[in-house]
């Protein structure tokens, strides 16, 4: 098991710029594909963005195709997810996820929540208008 500690959330203007980071606490999850998923008041919990156990593969929700990306360092302790071109609906708590999973990593299975194992706790971020 692996203990996931985020970090970097905050308050930003409206097409300000956020960099969220994911540590591991306890364990490690080098071998781990990652994920960030978010969270609004009232709102389900969605998926952001992914990266492969490899690093070679990303993919991303629609809503944020083009403004955030996501990256992990090459001794695969930190995943960071960069936040572009922020936007009011992009407030939401968010969650670094590790996923057990040795499966292609395919959209089809990795945007959803069942794909991980470990979560962090969340940070806050929120866009002002």
């Known amino acids: 098991q692996v203990q996931l500690v985020e970090s970097g959330g905050g308050l930003v203007q409206t097409g300000g710029s956020l960099r969220l980071s994911c540590v591991a606490s306890s364990g490690t999850f080098s071998r781990s594909a990652m994920a960030w998923f978010r969270q609004a008041p009232g709102k389900e919990r969605e998926f952001v963005a992914g990266i492969s156990w490899g690093s070679d593969t990303s993919m991303y929700a629609d809503s944020v195709e083009g403004r955030f990306t996501i990256s992990r360092d090459s001794a695969k302790t930190a995943v960071y997810l960069q936040m572009n071109s922020l936007l009011p609906e992009d407030s939401a708590v968010y969650y670094c996820?590790?996923?057990?999973?040795?499966?292609?990593?395919?959209?089809?299975?990795?945007?959803?929540?069942?794909?991980?194992?470990?979560w962090g706790q969340g940070t806050q971020v929120t866009v002002s208008s």
């Open positions: 996820a590790a996923s057990s999973l040795r499966r292609p990593f395919t959209m089809t299975r990795y945007s959803y929540s069942d794909a991980y194992s470990d």
